[in-house]
T-cell receptor, first 115, second 112 residues
Framework: GAVVSQHPSWVICKSGTSVKIECRSL??????MFWYRQFPKQSLMLMAT?????????EQGVEKDKFLINHASLTLSTLTVTSAHPEDSSFYIC???????????FGPGTRLTVL | SQQGEEDPQALSIQEGENATMNCSYK?????LQWYRQNSGRGLVHLIL?????REKHSGRLRVTLDTSKKSSSLLITASRAADTASYFC????????????FGEGTQLTVNP
């Protein structure tokens, strides 16, 4: 199957700083990328959907000014957690697909810990 | 809110036994997918079953889909210790623009 990578795999930061997470599709063009958040022992919650060249669509309750998403190319989307706080500590997972009729391929996730 | 509900939440079996996990959902779907996640890792896609399919096999995995009951099951036969992981169903609702909705997951432990 197709490969999606994320960088970094884990990050620790101080409260108030911003953290950028990258999601790349390595062998296909991802017209759509999805960002999920997963708290310990819980399921994945969709945060936002981003289409290349368009503004992201955020799920209800997700602050778009806090979680900035950029999908500037067909192989790269970034999620920036601005002014991170300890409650933002979570596992962030992206997925990508090349068309609406194809499956989503998931990245390995990024563990964010905010001190 | 999560559309999918899975049961059991946790399942512990001995190696060699079969494991069955169930998933229920609320709205009409295009397809339903099952994923596996090892602790602290990303998701691995196991199998996709479309709304017009009733059963699908892949190796030791067997998935059924009953759209009239809005439910699906994942059967892992002859389980191995390496099958220990969390298993999630995810639905692709017809009205969501292909945004997957994940169930709560089943934590499977296979004891050697």
């Amino acid at each position: 199957g197709a490969v999606v990578s994320q960088h970094p795999s884990w990050v620790i930061c101080k409260s108030g700083t911003s953290v950028k997470i990258e999601c790349r599709s390595l062998d296909f063009q991802a017209t759509t990328m999805f960002w999920y958040r997963q708290f310990p022992k819980q399921s994945l919650m969709l945060m936002a959907t981003s289409n290349e060249g368009s503004k992201a669509t955020y799920e209800q309750g997700v602050e778009k000014d806090k979680f900035l998403i950029n999908h500037a190319s067909l192989t790269l989307s970034t999620l920036t957690v601005t002014s991170a706080h300890p409650e933002d500590s979570s596992f962030y997972i992206c997925s990508a697909r090349d068309s609406p009729s194809t499956e989503q391929f998931f990245g390995p996730g990024t563990r964010l810990t905010v001190l | 809110s999560q559309q999918g509900e899975e049961d059991p939440q946790a399942l512990s079996i001995q190696e060699g036994e079969n494991a069955t996990m169930n998933c229920s959902y609320k709205t009409s779907i295009n397809n339903l997918q099952w994923y596996r996640q090892n602790s602290g890792r990303g998701l691995v896609h196991l199998i996709l079953i479309r709304s017009n399919e009733r059963e699908k096999h892949s190796g030791r995995l067997r998935v059924t889909l009953d759209t009239s009951k809005k439910s699906s099951s994942l059967l892992i036969t002859a389980s191995r210790a390496a099958d220990t992981a969390s298993y999630f169903c995810a639905t692709d609702p017809q009205t969501s623009g292909s945004r997957l909705t994940f169930g709560e997951g089943t934590q499977l432990t296979v004891n050697p």
